[in-house]
């Protein structure tokens, strides 16, 4: 038996980042809005653990904010949150040598700027096969950094997206790396805390299975026979989960489904991450390094882990393995104990340890299968080839009804949280509701 809820003048779909941001901004500015969480927790892809023994909180998802972006940072200063700019070392392995490299931001935004930016939109993979004045040390620092970065495939990944001829040389403090050392959720949580509890709900452990809609009006109902009316919907899911079919655990049916989402969607691909988080007795990579040397990140790219960090400059035995885009796809949805052994037997090898060492070394450690979720479908996105624009395309509101937020809907700042932030108040101000904190464009 269908569950009417009373009517508000917008809903929100997804209490990630985005949702949040959209959530607060309406509430602030007098909109009556309901936001609907599939999950029990708010953060979306944002998902802090903080365990019992562990000398810091466990990021599982989103873990750096690449460049000081004045949302987050204006978010996070009254907030009390700790953040700290992460050192710019870098070391590949090479056989049995280790190869410092330092500006690899500058080095790949040299690339970048060779790319085309107009005319006919080719794949990654047709750029670095035809420009031959790449060195190949070049065409494999881009390689590396497209398919683990970016976790996109070369062959899919769109020219015309990643270049950045004719943009400003980026800052300094574009290109620092920072982390939020008292956690990410710090973010979700200040925002959720903006909320104007006389005009904003949430409503956790609510998915969303259907979006029935028609100028100035939209009905939602959720898994458990829920039905919920509004004038207007932000719709800030994952788009691994708008692209999933409709009979997929997770997936939301339109009715009607908009033309304009699917076409802007077959713009975006999905790329995928498989990450763990490793906690150790002892810090046994220090003992390859220097006196006084500090390891930020660490780089072996035909291993199964290519990329590996430390906490940095926290000094606590705790790594991070990344594995994006192919190497991503050669682990997913392998036994967790499977990934476990491939990730030790990746830093042993990196590190020239004796076999066993880091599995009698280690203590806990935590991962999860964001590709299995059924609320993400996938790390975050990237633009294929011939979708260069699908990310505005994607933000464009139908028929000043059906709105849309998220990572996926922005194109300078895609895959990132500060996108999503972004996006949510976009999606506000669309709708005519501006929270008087707003910093964003």
Request: aromatic share 8%; proline share 6%.
């Amino acid at each position: 038996m269908t569950r009417v809820k009373r009517r508000s003048d917008v809903i929100v779909i997804g209490a990630g980042a985005a949702g949040l941001a959209a959530a607060e901004a309406l509430s602030r500015g007098g909109a009556s809005v309901v936001v609907l969480e599939a999950r029990a927790r708010a953060g979306g892809r944002i998902w802090t653990r903080r365990m019992r023994g562990w000398p810091l909180p466990i990021e599982l998802g989103a873990e750096f904010v690449h460049g000081k972006n004045d949302d987050l940072f204006e978010l996070a200063r009254p907030a009390g949150l700790l953040i700290d700019r992460l050192p710019d070392v870098h070391f590949e392995s090479a056989g049995s040598r280790w190869r410092r490299s330092s500006g690899v931001w500058k080095q790949f935004d040299a690339i970048t700027r060779k790319m085309r930016r107009t005319g006919r939109d080719r794949s990654v993979a047709e750029f670095l096969r035809m420009y031959r004045a790449l060195s190949g040390a070049q065409k494999r620092l881009a390689t590396s950094l497209i398919q683990g970065y970016y976790a996109a495939e070369l062959d899919r990944a769109s020219e015309h997206a990643l270049s950045t001829a004719g943009d400003p040389p980026p800052s300094a403090d574009e290109q620092s790396q920072f982390r939020i050392l008292s956690g990410y959720d710090g973010v979700t949580e200040r925002l959720r805390s903006l909320i104007d509890p006389k005009q904003g709900r949430l409503l956790f452990s609510t998915p969303v299975r259907q979006i029935r809609w028609r100028r100035g009006d939209v009905t939602v109902r959720t898994a458990d026979s829920g039905e919920f009316r509004a004038r207007h919907a932000i719709v800030t899911v994952p788009a691994g989960v708008l692209k999933d079919p409709p009979d997929a655990k997770g997936a939301i049916r339109f009715d009607p489904d908009p033309p304009e989402l699917r076409r802007a969607l077959d713009g975006i691909a999905v790329g995928h991450v498989v990450k763990i988080v490793l906690l150790f007795r002892e810090a046994f990579w220090e003992e390859q390094t220097e006196e006084g040397e500090e390891i930020a990140f660490i780089h072996k790219w035909d291993a199964a882990f290519p990329t590996w960090w430390t906490a940095a400059p926290a000094q606590v035995p705790m790594l991070t393995g990344w594995a994006g885009g192919p190497a991503a796809k050669a682990l997913e949805r392998l036994p967790r104990n499977v990934v476990l052994r491939r990730a030790l037997e990746a830093l042993e090898s990196l590190f020239e340890v004796p076999v066993g060492k880091s599995r009698r070394l280690l203590v806990a450690w935590h991962a999860h299968d964001w590709t299995r979720d059924p609320f993400a479908r996938g790390a975050y996105t990237y633009q294929a080839v011939g979708g260069a624009k699908a990310p505005s395309a994607l933000g464009r509101p139908i028929a000043g009804t059906l709105f849309f937020a998220g990572e996926a809907t922005e194109r300078e700042e895609n895959g990132t949280v500060p996108g999503a932030i972004t996006s949510g108040r976009r999606a506000a101000r669309l709708i005519g509701v501006r929270s008087p904190l707003a910093t964003s464009r």
